[in-house]
């Protein structure tokens, strides 16, 4: 779920806005931006010519990740001369559009790379469930709103679209061990590329102490809407039940066990764990002005960019448009005739390397 | 004009067979490989763990870099550990297709990331007429098949496609000052990312000791088929003039003008400088078998994925395939009616960063 900036833009939405939409939600952003920029007043800092790097995992568009790092650069830069280069590498998956990540970076008011002249930019296009940057390399990380959605669909969900509401025991079970190796895996690979006594921030979806996932006002849309669907003969009853989306929460101790039973882990430990609620920023704003119009709209906008396309995915290439447009038109109706408060359980994880490397 | 691969692959060519048909070409690739991994094994390397950077300067999908940076590869791994890490950085501009070009990476037969497990590959989506990399950081440099395309058209060209060709001395001059301006520019810039002792090894389209730009063939092909869409109405006489294929081939003291007269602009130095000419490896393989119809459809297709697509912008999105397809087809006949080889006029440069930094 790509967002960006916690800067409350209340321009109304439009279709398609989905960019927008992102940007006036970032939820739990900034609570992950201040761990972030108090790693980035932390960590060790290699000399000149040698540049700082800042990795940020699972970029997408870097919507959700220019704010912060532009903050962390802010605190880097009174660390160091003004000509010490800060080089940050994006990641994604091969598929993602990096087009539109390097126009983000040249072109979004919010870029790091017009507000520092010796920060640079790259990109890499391999999936992080293996090691992608040079060892020992990288000295401060970022990954938001993306380490919830898992390397691989362990398994169909017959009776719904999210794990975290099935009462399959088999499939939540095949779940909870691909959402165990996938954050074991993306861990162990940072452990390696970080530098000695570098940082990762990382903020993904949780499950909160009530063990509850969250999210309901938008799943109870969304399943009545593909009913709605399925009895309109727009789409089929099998078609309808093979869609999920892969994304698993995770609760806290699920972020630790990488770690036990010693607290460290290839040379990395946890130094802050958090799971929170994040503000959903549309009822705050409905809250305000009373237009449930805007605050359906604006959260059938967000799933348009986040998680239709994953249901989308299943249907013949042709009719993906026509569906996603069906299906925005149907969650807007509904979340706006019963406007709700959606809850964002979240954790945010700063793990540390060790500063001296062991041989 | 991206190309991969000095390999020859004698397959048939089929329609859109554009990779095959740049893998077959290749011309001059060979010669500027040699002289890469030359370099590799001069250039001082830095200490792990900071890594080895090899930078490739318009990528384009990664075709024209894979073969040489692998076999730099190879040279710089025998200088150092086998963990030392080697990061490569592949450029090109925000448009490109990186997906492409993360895919050919992880799957190509001929990946460095294959075959050396000390290999990261990154990209960088931004304009290389400007600094785009940090400072003092490129141990060694590629770009091959790219510097002759302008960063922007200076003028209209209204007799010919190319300014090579045309009549037109103000429009001559335009160019000229433009493929000046550029390569000062794309030189000084790397002046300021290559680290000290760094190479940048170039190869690109150049006109010969006759003042030869070469390509006439196909460029009467071309010529000959507009003409005949015009007549056919599929074009009109408007559109075809307005078609211009912005490249500039640089004659020998045209490389070597940003460094007059010291004979060092920016720290660098020309090390290597000469003016040859490829093979045209559709020809040669055309006198061995007297297939001419496979020789019309293999320039037909590499010039498909190279020029053609320049020449389609200036239309209507939804008349460009039909138009190439058409070029395509006219080509191929007119090349295969009348097999003649093509000259292949090309530059290989070598330049090299004092080796200490000058304060």
Chains 1, 2 share one sequence.
């Not at 009174?78 to 800060?86: A, G, N």
């Not at 309901?216 to 669907?229: K, N, V, Y």
């Not at 869609?243 to 806290?252: D, E």
Request: hydrophobic content about 40%.
């Amino acid at each position: 779920m790509p967002e960006s900036s916690a800067v409350v833009r209340p321009e109304p939405m439009h279709s398609a806005s989905y960019t927008a939409a992102s940007r006036l939600q970032a939820a739990g952003l900034r609570r992950a931006t201040t761990l972030f920029a108090e790693s980035a007043a932390e960590v060790p800092l290699p000399q000149s010519p040698r540049p700082i790097v800042i990795a940020d995992y699972g970029a997408a568009t870097g919507h959700n990740s220019l704010v912060p790092i532009g903050e962390a650069i802010a605190v880097l830069r009174k660390r160091t001369r003004p000509e010490h280069s800060i080089l940050v590498t994006h990641t994604d998956v091969p598929d993602n559009d990096f087009s539109d990540l390097f126009r983000t970076l040249s072109e979004d008011p919010d870029t790091y790379l017009k507000k520092d002249k010796a920060c640079f930019a790259s990109a890499v296009g391999r999936s992080y469930y293996g090691q992608i940057i040079p060892s020992n390399s990288v000295n401060l990380a970022w990954s938001a709103w993306s380490t919830h959605w898992l390397s691989r669909t362990p398994t169909p969900i017959p009776d719904h679209l999210l794990v975290a509401h099935s009462r399959d025991g088999e499939v939540r079970t095949a779940y909870e061990r691909q959402a165990a190796r996938d954050w074991h895996e993306f861990v162990a690979f940072r452990g390696r590329e970080l530098s000695p006594g570098g940082r990762l921030v990382v903020m993904t979806m949780a499950i909160d102490s009530d063990g509850d996932f969250g999210y309901r006002p938008l799943l109870d849309a969304i399943t009545d809407t593909l009913a709605e669907l399925v009895g309109r003969e727009m789409l089929t009853d099998d078609e309808s039940s093979a869609m999920s989306i892969p994304i698993a929460g995770r609760r806290a101790p699920d972020f630790l066990a990488p770690f036990a039973p010693s607290g460290t882990f290839e040379k990395l430990s946890v130094q802050h764990l958090e799971v929170f609620h994040g503000d959903d920023r549309f009822w705050s704003r409905y809250r305000v002005d009373g237009k449930a119009d805007q605050f359906g709209a604006a959260w059938s906008e967000f799933l348009r960019g986040t998680a239709f396309p994953t249901l989308a995915a299943t249907l013949p290439a042709d009719r993906r448009a026509g569906f996603v447009d069906h299906l925005c038109t149907g969650v807007a109706a509904r979340l706006a005739a019963a406007p709700a408060e959606v809850r964002i359980p979240l954790a945010a994880v700063v793990i540390e390397k060790q500063r001296r490397l062991h041989h």
